[in-house]
């Protein structure tokens, strides 16, 4: 018996059209007992504590408060005032690490995409020991942050660091460089991130170059186009869905990274670093005022929607399917 | 005519030698720091410090030491059980919600799919402090302990690896052949089975590349680690920390980079193991986002 043939009969004894498809009609009951043990999880571990968290956002919850937090006072938008108001007394903290986190994040990703589309076109062509290389760039993706952190912060040390070591021997700048205070510590910072984080988009990127079919290239070169024209008319095109996501989970990623510059430059960073996720930290459990703590991360999730609507357009998700 | 071609191509085209120069340059960008972390890890504990680049005496016994200056032997037993969990549970129960959204149309179904983007933008330090509150609660409610516990902390990481997982998973079944689940209905399998055994086998690649990342997010993980671990539960991410700790007289960097070293071998491990099936995964996976 055909295939077809079969779909038709489990179609008629679902109670569908027999035109119609077996998947994508609402007639079929949906399994929902499949759906729920991802769905009732996720309320109780994600919508329920950002409820919460937007309550706290509202109230005065501080170290006094917080034995009996059922009381803490409601104060309203006070601590949205207070950070986002121009002239308001925390402006000049929030709307700085708001500057520092965008920054980061995307220099950050700037430099990531075409290192790692580098590699991922390096490894999908013909190579020698191109299971060994493709393994060796995965390595500083295992690194644990805290242990990225430690490493970058003995290479950047002044004066006892191998990053001064090597730029004073190369002649290119004195042993006494800054980098873990002042303006190079946000490049400090870059670096080490781009160091740890750039085998994701080569992994992204590598995984969509293998599914473009052999034949588009060579006819391509058949009909004598350049690997330039290549990689711009063929290549990027097919890849840039996928790439899409990357660039945009990247983005995201790097934003919300406390732990990086928390092990770096702890509690209290050079300005250049005081990043969104370390600034709400110190607020929240080291000052223990969690009500603007709380203020402060429900405005990061706010900005960092910004990439996640523009991906969502870019693909758009939703639309159609 | 296409195989023909193929091959010539691949013949006349023999590999360019910049080729190997660029791959030794990522060569040299990706070992170096592991390169000057083995260096750091066997200097003396005053050479760490002062920082001389080579080690006067290589200090192999540094790589027994750090056995016994902190319990790494316990926060690797952790970090795999904890790991390895959050892998097991995220791709299962993502599998089951992943098969729903990808061969159902239900009410809310975008919905549901756009807020799985949407839980990868909340800041982590966003949920800390409520989560540690709700689970007190619990606690105090009805006597279920969750901070300290292995399982506490597994559930805890699902809020960022379920919904990852469901949205890799769900686009991945979608490029599955409808007709073999049909087939198997058709023979009187019902939907668990029909999951359990024709599915499952065929999602194994996408399967591999949820556990791999859910995986990773539990093993690099220090902030939730830190808040709702116990001296028993501690993971390698709070773990290592002891090295530099002010419980010793002077920070160990030695002993840090030494055991950095040697915990980076499980998850170089796994990762050299499944890396065909994370490239296949993550291909029909993340394509038809």
Redesign the interface.
């Known amino acids: 018996m055909s295939i077809k043939g079969a779909a038709l009969r489990v179609a008629v004894a679902a109670g569908l059209h027999p035109t119609g498809r077996f998947s994508n009609r609402s007639p079929v009951r949906v399994p929902y007992w499949l759906l729920s043990p991802s769905l009732i999880p996720l309320v109780v571990i994600v919508f329920i504590p950002m409820l919460f968290a937007f309550y706290i956002s509202l109230t005065g919850l501080n170290q006094n408060t917080i034995s009996d937090w059922t009381h803490a006072p409601f104060v309203g938008l006070k601590h949205y005032m207070d950070g986002l108001e121009p002239n308001g007394p925390l402006a000049p903290s929030f709307y700085g690490s708001i500057k520092a986190s965008v920054i980061f994040s995307i220099a950050t990703t700037l430099f990531i995409l075409p290192i790692g589309v580098g590699a991922a076109l390096l490894l999908n062509g013909h190579i020698r020991g191109r299971s060994f290389l493709r393994a060796v760039m995965l390595l500083p993706y295992i690194i644990p942050t805290f242990v990225n952190g430690i490493l970058w912060r003995l290479i950047f040390m002044t004066n006892t660091g191998v990053a001064d070591q090597l730029m004073a021997a190369l002649r290119l700048g004195s042993r006494d460089t800054f980098w873990l205070i002042g303006p190079r510590s946000l490049w400090a910072l870059v670096l080490a991130d781009v160091w740890a984080s750039w085998p994701f988009i080569y992994l992204m990127a590598l995984a969509a170059l293998q599914t473009i079919p052999a034949d588009v290239y060579d006819a391509a070169k058949i009909d004598g186009a350049t690997p330039l024209s290549i990689f711009g008319r063929i290549t990027l095109p097919l890849i840039a869905p996928t790439l899409g996501l990357g660039i945009a989970l990247s983005t995201i990623n790097h934003f919300n990274n406390f732990a990086l510059p928390f092990v770096m430059f702890g509690p209290t960073p050079p300005d250049e670093v005081n990043v969104l996720p370390l600034n709400i930290y110190v607020n929240s459990f080291i000052t223990f005022n969690l009500g603007l703590g709380a203020a402060m991360s429900v405005v990061a999730l706010v900005i960092m929607l910004t990439p996640a609507v523009v991906y969502l357009r870019a693909a758009r998700i939703g639309d159609a399917d | 005519m296409?195989t023909t071609?193929?091959r010539s191509?691949?013949n006349i085209n023999p590999?360019g030698w910049w080729?190997?120069l660029?791959?030794l340059a990522?060569?040299a960008?990706?070992?170096a720091?592991?390169f000057?972390?083995g260096l750091?890890a066997l200097q003396t504990d005053s050479g760490a410090?002062?920082?001389d680049?080579l080690p006067s005496q290589p200090q192999w016994v540094n790589f027994t030491r750090i056995w016994q200056a902190v319990d790494l032997g316990l926060y690797l037993r952790n970090s795999l059980v904890v790991s390895t969990s959050t892998g097991v549970v995220a791709s299962l129960?993502?599998l089951?919600?992943a098969?729903?959204v990808a061969?159902?149309?239900?009410p809310f179904r975008?919905v549901f799919?756009?807020s799985l983007?949407?839980?990868?933008?909340?800041?982590?330090?966003?949920?800390l402090?409520?989560?540690f509150?709700?689970y007190i609660i619990i606690q105090h409610s009805i006597g279920l302990r969750i901070v300290g516990t292995y399982w506490g902390l597994v559930?805890?990481y699902?809020?960022f690896a379920?919904?990852f997982a469901?949205w890799l998973l769900s686009v991945y079944v979608k490029s599955l052949p409808?007709?073999l689940e049909?087939?198997a209905?058709?023979d009187g399998a019902n939907?668990f089975q029909v999951?359990r055994h024709v599915t499952l086998p065929l999602a194994i690649p996408g399967i591999v590349v949820t556990f791999v990342f859910s995986f990773?997010l539990a093993?690099?993980?220090?902030?939730f680690a830190s808040v709702l671990t116990n001296p028993d539960t501690k993971t390698?991410?709070?773990g290592?920390?002891y090295y530099?700790s002010d419980s010793f007289s002077i920070p160990y960097?030695n002993l840090?980079?030494a055991a950095?070293l040697v915990?980076?071998v499980p998850?170089?491990i796994l990762?050299?193991v499944v890396?065909r099936y994370?490239?296949?995964?993550?291909?029909?996976g993340?394509?038809?986002?």
């Open positions: 296409a071609s193929r191509t691949s590999v080729r190997y660029v791959a990522y060569l960008f990706v070992l720091p592991f000057y972390m750091v410090g002062s920082g680049f129960l993502a089951g919600a098969y729903v061969r159902f149309r239900f975008n799919r756009i983007l949407a839980t990868q933008t909340v800041p982590g330090i966003l949920l402090l409520p989560l509150v709700i559930l805890t699902m809020t379920l919904p469901i409808v007709e049909e087939q209905m058709v939907r999951i990773l093993w690099n993980d220090i902030l390698l991410g709070p290592l920390q530099v960097w840090l980079m950095s915990v980076a998850a170089m990762f050299l890396q994370i490239v296949a995964g993550l291909a029909a993340s394509l038809k986002g």
